[in-house]
């Protein structure tokens, strides 16, 4: 159980980020000091609980707001304030997966949004038509990286609007293929299975038995 917890609560955290929680270094302190005790606990933390109650785990040394949150969970197999962030900030959340996945991270995001290099606002509507559509955060963000895997090996730009206009090509959609060939020496080479030997073939279409050192190949990517 100290694994999901701790789990629940650096989730958490990237939610409060998320959302620009202006309370959040001081609640970032407090999960941090929880996490780094339920994962070095060698107890379950619901053992502790069953014995001493919520005054066990204080003495753990965690806060009393996130000692409610570990008793709740024990309780309920939940807790309430993750389940509300998760729901106040699902739109936000499409958002910052989706320039995630062009290689932005939260706090670059944040300063572009600052500068109105990004104008956020533009990516509300979609981003909740592509909620809408997938019925869930997770399964929008996995749309988004299907959709990103593919245009990406074709160096295409995408937007969340691509992902609707993907949308019954999902399950179809897959990375182009990236292929290496063999070289020597600029001429392109061929295994031939029957002979086992490489060969070499001429600008003149000849085929010519290999007879150097297998590392002075060149692998060259084709796209």
Known sequence: MNKEISKIFKEIIQLLEIKGDKALGYKLKAYKIAINIL????????E???EKGAK???????????????EEYIKHKKVKEFDELEEET?????????FQSKGLSLQELKENAKKRNIVYSRFTKPAKQLLDLAGSVEKAKQAIDKVASWANSRKLDYAIETVF????ELDRLKPKEIVKKPFYKGDPMIWSETKKKWFVISKFGE??????????????TIE
Do not use: M, P
Not at 165 to 168: F, I, R, S, Y
Not at 208 to 217: C, M, Q, R, V
């Open 39 to 46: 994962d070095n606990l060698k107890i379950d933390v619901s």
């Open 48 to 50: 502790i609980y069953k």
């Open 56 to 70: 066990g785990i204080r003495e753990l040394g965690i806060g009393e707001k996130n000692t409610k949150k570990i």
């Open 90 to 98: 699902a739109i936000r959340q499409v958002i910052t997966h989706f």
């Open 165 to 168: 206009k993907k949308w019954l």
């Open 207 to 220: 085929w010519l038995e290999f007879a150097d050192k297998e590392n002075t190949i060149e692998w060259r």
